[in-house]
């Protein structure tokens, strides 16, 4: 990646340190997933709160107080979402009915476990080849030989993060209500979660993108005092947050495919549209043109052409799905 010598040192302990608590974030996905899928969405978010405050408090704690720099971060993050897990997996065990934990009775359903790795492990590997990409754009922006230019990146990256994770609510809820409604049978409702779950997507991007980019300058600000780092950010943001809710169509079309079971089929087209174009992009037209608008813009052409596919992917599946109903229909009555 080409990462500085002063922050290598820095990002391998945090990483260490991250790994070895990733279990407690594992966990806390896991049983979230499965409150949401039977309609319970308040509690996974107000776990997700407090540990987000108990994390903001020990890196007050760690870092200001017993001066424990990045290391201090990281037990923070690690401790916080140890908490997010517990209680998760304590509303579980006192929650009634199917989705009731006993730990005593644990056990593995081959049939269930075949399932869960025929949709999950795809979507997985989607997961992980985005990660792989970015880690070329990473080194593509260090490829500047500045701090400036990798602070002001990094600060921006964070912000987006704020209008990520409202858009990807919407990605989490089209899964969930086209699943169920795929189960159901009630395929017309499956193409109302995704047209809701799309405006929805439309509107909080735009609505969030605009607001971090409008203040973009001040909140770039907490996290750098540098001017030019500010500036550098900048130029990400004016990019990327006014094309993000591209994204979100994009995320959103993947869960309306894997509500109806696809998951091998967005996996590649992802692969594809986003993670090989980047490459490609990086090593033909950024060495062209070695600017950051040139690295950036990358980005919104990646979830536009990806996007497209997923449409016309999800047309298909839909159509398909739609027929095996009703033949299925035809013979149980």
Not at 120 to 133: D, E, R, W
Not at 169 to 175: D, E, G, N
Not at 220 to 237: C, F, H, K, Q, W
Not at 289 to 315: A, R
Request: proline letters at 2%; a positive charge; charged letters at 10%.
């Amino acid at each position: 990646m080409g990462t500085t010598e002063d922050s290598l040192d820095l990002a391998t302990l945090y990483l260490q340190i991250y790994f070895g608590g990733m279990i407690f974030n594992m966990l806390y996905n896991f049983g979230a997933a499965i409150l949401r899928a039977v309609g319970e969405t308040k509690k996974p978010l107000y776990f997700l709160g407090i540990a987000g405050l108990a994390n903001v408090g020990l890196n007050f704690l760690l870092v200001l107080v017993f001066h424990l720099d990045v290391a201090g971060v990281a037990i923070g993050t690690i401790v916080s979402q140890a908490i997010s897990c517990i209680m998760i997996v304590l509303s579980l065990m006192r929650r009634k009915g199917i989705v009731h934990l006993d730990l005593k009775k644990l056990k593995v359903d081959r049939k269930c476990l075949g399932e869960m790795i025929l949709i999950g492990l795809p979507a997985g590997i989607q997961g992980s080849l985005f990660s792989v990409s970015n880690v070329f754009i990473q080194s593509a922006v260090n490829s500047f030989k500045t701090s400036v230019v990798v602070a002001g990146n990094t600060a921006a990256a964070n912000l987006e993060g704020f209008v990520y994770a409202g858009m990807n609510s919407f990605y989490q809820a089209c899964i969930t209500f086209t699943s169920q409604n795929y189960g159901a049978g009630k395929i017309k409702n499956c193409k109302k979660a995704l047209l809701y779950s799309q405006l929805c997507t439309i509107v909080s991007g735009v609505l969030f993108g605009g607001l971090v980019l409008l203040f973009g300058r001040p909140l770039l600000g907490i996290y750098t005092p540098n001017p030019e780092a500010i500036d550098i950010g900048m130029i990400r943001l004016e990019i990327i947050c006014t094309t993000y809710f591209l994204c979100g169509i994009m995320d959103v079309m993947v869960g309306g495919l894997r509500g109806l079971g696809y998951s091998i089929v967005p996996m590649i087209v992802s692969i594809l549209g986003a993670c090989v174009f980047r490459l490609i992009w990086i090593y033909t037209i950024f060495q062209v043109e070695h600017t950051l608008f040139i690295l950036y813009i990358s980005y919104p052409i990646s979830w536009l052409v990806t996007g497209l596919v997923h449409l016309i992917c999800y047309l298909v599946v839909y159509r398909k799905v739609k027929r095996k109903l009703m033949y299925l229909n035809l013979i149980t009555d």
